[in-house]
Nanobody
């Protein structure tokens, strides 16, 4: 069992930056791939980025490439999402998730956090 708790969301102006954190419980964190998804009001949850267990492999949706960076620290059981050059269209609730492999489909992930709101004003 893995419990995930996101933090770091907030209100930021367009062009600004935020860093989200996702802290995981359990001693098996380092064996999981971790992903970030986001869900805007009235829309479905969508893939943003993911990282494999070691941090050696990552995947990003095209719309965030060059702006967002996923990383992890297995000694702290934490995965991070550094978001730069934020745009109003990045506004959403951001969720972290744990799964067995890097994947872009939500059903590939077994555990989910409660989400953290990111709002980007224009």
């Amino acid at each position: 069992q893995v419990q995930l708790v996101e933090s770091g969301g907030g209100l930021v102006q367009a062009g600004g930056s935020l860093r989200l954190s996702c802290a995981a419980s359990g001693r098996t964190f380092s064996s999981y791939a971790m992903g970030w998804f986001r869900q805007a009001p009235g829309k479905e949850r969508k893939f943003v980025t993911a990282i494999n267990w070691s941090g050696g492999s990552t995947s990003y949706v095209d719309s965030v490439k060059g702006r967002f960076t996923i990383s992890r620290d297995n000694t702290k059981n934490t995965v991070y999402l550094q978001m730069n050059s934020l745009k109003p269209e990045d506004t959403a609730v951001y969720y972290c998730a744990a799964g067995t492999r890097v994947a872009s489909l939500a059903h590939e992930y077994d555990y989910w956090g409660q989400g953290t709101q990111v709002t980007v004003s224009s």
